[in-house]
């Protein structure tokens, strides 16, 4: 059973995919007319100088996975069959819509997803909603080092995809509870976000990593707990 590309799933993300066009437009034309690498090194360096307000100042855009990206995620969720799914950095709610799509076609699981604004939680919900998926998402507000603090039984699956000087901090507060085979997808994870991917490619610290090839550029990593 596949729903995400009929019904009120297919229709949301067409919908919000639009809107998140038309809201970053501006966001993503800025990063096209220089060097992505240099511009992605820059967020660091105004991430590291304050995150909180740097994310407070785009509250009203997206930073939204690609609908290839939205696929791949799906996929990763049907093939992992996780019961229980972290997401750090919700936004407008698209990423959590393939995840929870993907739970409820494997039959079930829980969907715990963070966000530093409220505002955007709020959307998120609804969005999540007019996909037909609540029940299947948690949505906690605030930093991600305190709303990740506590979660029951064990992760099987990891979206990354908020801050990136948070991605390796966030990863080591959830490693307690990552269950072996666990797989954890950064969206984003860049050479510049503070040692997270030397961390995860390094086989002495219970993983094995790689490159998602598409999109490249971005930093995507696909991550496997081996430990």
């Known amino acids: 059973m596949d729903t995400l590309s009929t019904g009120k799933v297919a229709e949301t993300l067409k919908r919000l995919h ?4 038309q809201a970053d437009r501006a966001l ?5 007319r220089s060097d992505l690498k240099e511009q992605l090194a820059d967020f660091v360096l105004r991430e590291q100088t304050g995150y ?9 855009n997206f930073l939204s996975v690609s609908p ?3 696929r791949f995620l799906y996929s990763c969720v049907r093939a992992c069959r996780p019961q229980v799914a972290v997401e750090f950095g919700s936004s407008m709610g698209i990423s959590a819509i393939y995840t929870a799509c993907a739970l409820r076609d494997n039959g079930g ?3 715990i997803g963070t966000e530093l604004e409220a505002s955007k939680v709020q959307r998120a919900r609804a969005n999540v909603e007019a996909a ?5 998402v948690e949505f906690r507000i605030g930093d991600a080092l305190e709303t990740l603090k506590n979660i029951e039984g064990q992760i099987d699956l990891v979206l990354m ?7 390796l901090p966030v990863l080591k507060l959830l490693e307690p509870r990552l269950r072996t085979g666990a797989l954890i997808i950064g969206e984003n994870a860049i050479e510049d976000a503070g040692g997270y991917l030397d961390y995860v490619r390094n086989p002495a610290n219970g993983y094995l990593s790689q490159p998602i090839p598409f999109q490249e550029g971005r930093g995507n990593e ?3 707990v081996t430990r």
């Open 18 to 21: 639009e809107e998140a066009h």
């Open 28 to 32: 993503m034309e800025s990063f096209e």
């Open 52 to 60: 909180t307000s740097l994310y407070q100042s785009l509250s009203g």
């Open 68 to 70: 290839e990206f939205g």
């Open 109 to 111: 699981g829980k969907l």
């Open 132 to 136: 037909g998926l609540t029940g299947l």
């Open 161 to 167: 995809d908020g801050a990136f000087i948070l991605y």
């Open 222 to 224: 696909f991550t496997v």
